[in-house]
């Protein structure tokens, strides 16, 4: 993924070119605005660029050197990724690298990052996922060791502000004094909710929430929507795109059943037995199917 290829944003994207070509990169940088606006995506761009051999000279990354391979792959060895988790029976101090599978499909899945589909798919019933203290000593330890191939480490934390408050402060030590040669890129939904004195050591990069047009674009490409459709659907979202697409998936799933309901009552009212008993069949598997599907956007 290039640049080019996130959406809408490109006041972001200059200032973030415009760290590197000026050589002021900042140790921490905090990308923060509204859900469902694609902040995750610009800093895996970013991370990618600022650890790519031959960036472009329209300042995107080249895409075909080994460090923008391996950022493509969600491989590359010098970049560290923090996000919520939930404790378990088994795992009772869990660290983001436990449910690196996950997070790798799931960011695959969701590229907008819906925090209630990441929280859904743990085992655990209405699980609350947070970003513990245990996540501390292994992320010092891969920092103090340095970069391997690259001229940066670099972590990427999405929502700081789920960190509890042991976290928070382990988290500022190592922003206070960083390792040399380390970034931090946070990625926050809501600013106001980070420990003040994290967000004050951050450079603040504004993220605004997406037009109405860009998400209903997004729905009409991705989704092969009709336009009209789309934008009713991006009206009622508010620009997040993952507000949206749970639209777009009540409304298909509305019109579903009642198309099914209205062949229950045609099969009823003929006293279609056979008929019913394959319409049962029919909404079972169903269900089991629909499951499926709505994890696969
Ligand atoms: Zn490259």
Redesign the pocket.
């Known amino acids: 993924m290039n640049f080019k290829d996130i959406p809408a944003h490109e006041n972001v994207k200059r200032q973030l070119r415009d760290m590197v070509a000026d050589g002021r990169v900042p140790h921490a940088l905090l990308l923060h605005g509204p859900a469902g606006s694609g902040k995750f995506m610009l800093a895996r761009v970013f991370a990618q660029y600022l650890h790519?051999?031959?960036p472009t000279s329209d300042g995107e990354?080249?895409?075909?050197?080994p460090?923008?391979i391996q950022h493509q792959t969600f491989n590359h060895v010098d970049t560290l990724f923090v996000y919520p988790v939930v404790k378990t029976e088994k795992l009772k101090e869990p660290v983001s690298d436990d449910y690196i599978e996950e997070f790798r499909d799931f960011i695959t899945s969701s590229p907008y990052m819906d925090f209630d589909k990441w929280a859904s798919s743990f085992e655990k019933k209405n699980a609350q996922p947070i970003i513990y203290v245990y996540e501390s000593a292994g992320l010092e330890r891969r920092l103090a060791v340095s970069a391997t191939a690259s001229k940066y480490k670099i972590v990427i934390m999405w929502l700081p502000e789920k960190m509890n408050e042991q976290a928070a402060n382990k988290l500022l030590k190592l922003i206070e004094e960083p390792y040399p040669g380390t970034i931090f890129i946070l990625v926050s939904n809501d600013a106001s909710a980070i420990l003040p004195t994290i967000k004050s050591r951050c450079r603040p990069v504004e993220v605004t929430r997406l037009d109405d047009a860009t998400v209903a674009e997004y729905l009409t490409r991705r989704l092969a929507m009709d336009p009209q459709d789309a934008m009713a659907s991006a009206h009622i979202a508010g620009g997040d795109i993952n507000a949206a697409l749970r639209t777009v998936d009540a409304t298909s799933v509305s019109r579903m059943f009642f198309d099914y309901f209205v062949q229950l009552m045609r099969l009823a009212y003929q006293r279609d037995v056979k008929g019913l008993k394959q319409w049962s069949a029919d909404i079972t598997s169903m269900g089991r199917e629909q499951e499926v599907k709505f994890y696969e956007y």
């Open positions: 790519c051999e031959h990354p080249c895409g075909t050197c460090a923008c």
